[in-house]
């Protein structure tokens, strides 16, 4: 994935997952980017009590940011050979500052672990949804169990064109960056492509069933079939435009299979996923941009609620992030 010049990777203290620094790592060598790898320590509330008589929540924090500072360094040092490579203690809470992160110092990737704790029965949750929400750049969340190299890769894309102009464009846009990125991680990891688009055909379901707009059925089955081969189509044009910008060479080297899938995306796209057994699924994660505060559309939310994959999740061009600068 050559786009990416400016890498912020993020590490736990309680798990060091070097995971995410070695994906980060080696990404940035192939791209001849930089990574600032940060760690997110919790601000010491300013009405504490602390044990030493002298000692005040402004020199505790001191303390703990310099502690985890001198780890960083440590964790961070064998890597230097490699890329230009620095660490970062960030205070407050964490997905708030990994964002101001970003927009302060203009980060093009976000790649950490999930967090998911072990309770919960999803495996993206807390400050993970709240990241794949409101960061303004592409999110990389890296499942910490995969192997050093994905096998399979699976692009999720929306190419119905029933959306009104400007939404459409932006969906559109927010495709192609989806195969742009899908398929340059394929080549670099020598992985299966694997393109999904999952379709409906409105008001089948009415037609077929109730009493006051009940179709014949093989008028029914001639529509839905038009509807298929409509989006049949739409999603052929999306390929051929990917191979387009990609090379035909290296197309012809991934051989992307296509799915094209009748049913709820929230439903159909989650399944796909653990049936080809993928290990990243690259997809968008915002329905319109114009209204700040849009964050994520509700089939790309519950289709994330749904997966135990790596996501890199994008952006659509125009998104504007809730999170400011300012407390």
């Known amino acids: 994935m ?16 070097r995971h995410a620094l070695e994906r980060a790592v080696a990404l940035a060598e192939n791209n001849q980017a930089r990574v600032t790898v940060a760690t997110v320590t919790e601000r010491v509330p300013a009405a504490v009590k602390l044990p030493q008589e002298k000692s005040t929540p402004t020199d505790m924090q001191a303390r703990l940011k ?12 064998p890597y230097r050979s490699r890329v230009e490579i620095n660490g970062k203690v960030l205070v407050g809470t964490s997905f708030l500052e990994i964002i101001r992160e970003v927009l302060r110092n203009n980060h093009d990737l976000v790649i950490k672990c999930p967090e998911s704790p072990e309770w919960l029965d999803r495996f993206f949750a807390g400050d993970d949804m709240h990241l794949l929400r409101k960061c303004p750049c592409p999110v990389w969340l890296v499942k910490p169990e995969t192997a050093d190299s994905y096998e399979r890769i699976l692009a999720a894309v929306d190419v119905d064109d029933n959306y009104p102009p400007a939404e459409l464009k932006t969906r559109q846009a927010l495709n192609g960056t989806v195969m742009e990125l899908a398929s340059s991680l394929a080549v670099s990891e020598f992985a299966q492509l694997h393109v999904v688009h ?18 014949p059925e093989d008028k ?3 529509y839905v079939d038009q509807v298929c081969q409509h989006h049949s189509q739409l999603l052929d044009a999306l390929m051929q435009e990917t191979g387009a910008n990609l090379g035909q060479d290296a197309m012809d080297y991934i051989k992307p299979q296509r799915h094209l899938l009748k ?7 989650p399944a796909l996923a653990k049936r080809l057994q993928v290990d ?4 968008g994660t915002v329905a319109r941009t114009g209204v700040r ?14 997966l135990d994959c790596s996501v890199l999740a994008i952006k659509p061009p ?3 992030t809730p999170v400011t600068l300012e407390d």
């Open 318 to 320: 125009g998104f504007e």
């Open 280 to 283: 990243c699924i690259v997809m």
């Open 198 to 215: 999952a379709w409906e055909a409105i008001g089948e379901s009415a037609m077929r069933h109730s009493a006051f707009m009940s179709q």
């Open 220 to 222: 029914v089955n001639a």
């Open 66 to 77: 310099d502690a985890r500072a001198r780890w960083l360094d440590t964790l961070i040092e």
């Open 263 to 269: 049913g709820s995306a929230r439903k159909e796209i």
């Open 2 to 17: 050559k786009r990416f010049k400016n890498i912020l990777c993020v590490i736990d203290v309680r798990s060091a997952e």
């Open 293 to 306: 505060g849009f964050i994520m559309g509700n089939t790309a939310e519950t289709i994330l609620e749904q």
